[in-house]
């Protein structure tokens, strides 16, 4: 009898090593993976943290990632180690190199915006970049090489630099009723005995 795949895998697929369930993979506590989402990269699976820029632990910021999301090669999270004061007269980070500048951000902090959250059954295309703080709605899509530096709303296809809405996957109707569906948090065997309607069209025969 056909087995669930396991989402405790590291590598789900027999015999491949390009893709992975990214939760076993993930080694920064401030970043969280949901089940069942993977990782495909063309040369190592472990660059995915690379990719993950200027998460800085002083810095404190989480990358939240849900569930069953699936992320291209080369995808890119900047994190708010990245920002700089923009309503300062310089960018010029004076501080952080010591000596009579030590003092320079006394009295001041760097701006930091919001965890960056990506929400579940999100498709991230190949070399897609997101820009600190940034949430992705579920079931979105995010084309290849689109910079977001926006929040995208669910079921939403963006693409380009900077991201722009192409299209809404669904009606708004739709988009709320699979909103209240939230097939990706029911119990894996439901989701087993209805994966031939989650690659349907029928919403409500789900």
Known sequence: MPQTPNP??????A????LCF????????NIIVGD????????DVRNFEKNVKYHFEFTGD???IGKFCMIASGVEFI???????????????FAIFGGNWSHAMDGKEYP???DTVIGNDVWIGYRAALMPGV????????GSYSVVTKDVAPYTIVGGNPAREIRRRFSEERIERLLELRWWDWPVEEISRKVHLLTGNDTDAL
Do not use: C, W
């Open 62 to 64: 989480k990358l939240v």
């Open 135 to 142: 949430h992705i709605g579920d079931g979105a899509i995010i």
């Open 79 to 93: 994190m708010n180690g990245a920002n700089h004061l923009a309503e300062a007269v310089s960018t010029y980070p």
């Open 112 to 114: 930091v915006k919001r």
């Open 8 to 13: 405790d895998t590291l590598f789900p697929l």
């Open 22 to 29: 990214l939760k076993n993979l993930i080694q920064n506590p």
């Open 36 to 43: 069942y989402t993977y990782y495909d990269d063309f040369e």
């Open 15 to 18: 015999n491949i090593e390009r």
